[in-house]
């Protein structure tokens, strides 16, 4: 059975620094993109980030592009989001999804974590 298992949330200040994970298990990854997605409090989830299967493409929503970095290590298995200079803003349960059907930036992936909740504080 396919489990996405996210890691790594909690509460910062705004200004600090979080690393997610994302752990895949009971599948092949390392063929398919991957990506990063949020959904704030009371707010539809939205894309913030996606990477090919290689590692070699990268791509961002223009809210996050310059302080968030998303890498992979397929020997791992393992998706990160590394997000820097964090505001208030991106206060939002993150969820990594895996194998999308058609573009990257929709919410039609086949596989789901089951998010982590982000707080920045002010």
């Known amino acids: 059975q396919v489990q996405l298992v996210e890691s790594g949330g909690g509460l910062v200040q705004a200004g600090g620094s979080l690393r997610l994970s994302c752990e895949a298990s009971?599948?092949?990854?390392?063929?398919?993109?991957m990506g990063w997605f949020r959904r704030p409090s009371g707010k539809d989830r939205v894309f913030v980030a996606a990477i090919s299967w290689s590692g070699g493409s990268t791509y961002y929503a223009d809210s996050v592009k310059g302080r968030f970095t998303i890498s992979r290590d397929n020997a791992k298995n393992t998706l990160y989001l590394q997000m820097n200079s964090l505001k208030p803003e991106d206060t939002a349960v993150y969820y990594c999804?895996?194998?999308?059907?058609?573009?990257?930036?929709?919410?039609?992936?086949?596989?789901w974590g089951q998010g982590t909740q982000i707080t920045v504080s002010s």
């Open positions: 009971g599948g092949t990854f390392s063929s398919v993109f």
């Open positions: 999804a895996a194998d999308p059907r058609g573009s990257y930036r929709s919410q039609n992936y086949k596989y």
